[in-house]
């Protein structure tokens, strides 16, 4: 079994700056793709950032440009730094593993962003 933990959440101002981090632990495969998943309230979860276990990394196109992911393999850690946040990214986010036909979540952190 595999446990996410995420922190970093907050409220921020518009145009403000957050960084989220997640760990993870458990029996953990060392090829990977960790990411961060955002679910405004009345909407879809959708994709923000993720990135492989090699560094390859892709962005949703509303968040390029502000938002950069990263990871520590050694300590099994993704971040999440946020840039130029906006009211429109205000959402729970989540932090995701996978690797094959597995795929594991952490409980979420609340993002708010004050126009």
């Known amino acids: 079994q595999v446990q996410l933990v995420e922190s970093g959440g907050g409220l921020v101002q518009a145009g403000g700056s957050l960084r989220l981090s997640c760990v993870a632990s458990?029996?953990?495969?060392?090829?990977?793709?960790m990411g961060w998943y955002r679910q405004a309230p009345g909407e879809q979860r959708e994709l923000v950032a993720r990135?492989?276990?090699?560094?390859?990394?892709n962005y949703a196109d509303s968040v390029k440009g502000r938002f950069t992911i990263s990871r520590d393999n050694a300590k099994n850690t993704v971040y999440l730094q946020m840039n130029s946040l906006k009211p429109e990214d205000t959402a729970v986010y989540y932090c995701?593993?996978?690797?094959?036909?597995?795929?594991?979540w952490g409980q979420g952190t609340q993002v708010t962003v004050s126009s």
């Open positions: 995701n593993m996978a690797w094959g036909r597995n795929a594991y």
């Open positions: 458990g029996s953990i495969f060392s090829i990977n793709v």
């Open positions: 990135i492989t276990s090699s560094g390859l990394t």
